[in-house]
């Protein structure tokens, strides 16, 4: 496996009145979680990347990591740290932002 995680931020883009994870912040999120994954030196053995619809417009902003495939809804500039500080370093998903999918 190339990463020992991998993030995908969702940055889809849906006409109006559709809710699309794009239009709430989503490029905001891809450049706050390369930043922090990068303050703490987990870059190259870990990746955040923008992506399509991950078909949770609903309860967006939608992330998901993987090789867990755990999916976070309604994800704020300021759940960023803590997510990388708890699933991408300590392994715990953050139980409150987590989808059941």
Do not use: W
Request: glycine share 6%; net charge neutral.
């Amino acid at each position: 496996m190339k990463y020992q995680k991998h993030v995908f931020i969702c940055t889809n883009q849906k006409e109006a009145p559709k809710k699309c994870c794009g239009e709430a912040h989503g490029m905001e999120l891809v450049e706050a979680f390369k930043q922090s994954m990068k303050d703490r030196n987990l870059v190259p053995t870990m990746r955040a990347q923008r992506t399509g619809c991950l078909d949770m417009c609903a309860k967006g902003p939608a992330v998901v990591v993987y090789p867990e495939g755990v999916f976070y809804g309604n994800v704020q500039l300021s759940d960023v740290e803590e997510i990388v500080e708890s699933h991408l370093v300590n392994n715990q998903p953050v139980e409150r932002l987590r989808l059941e999918v």
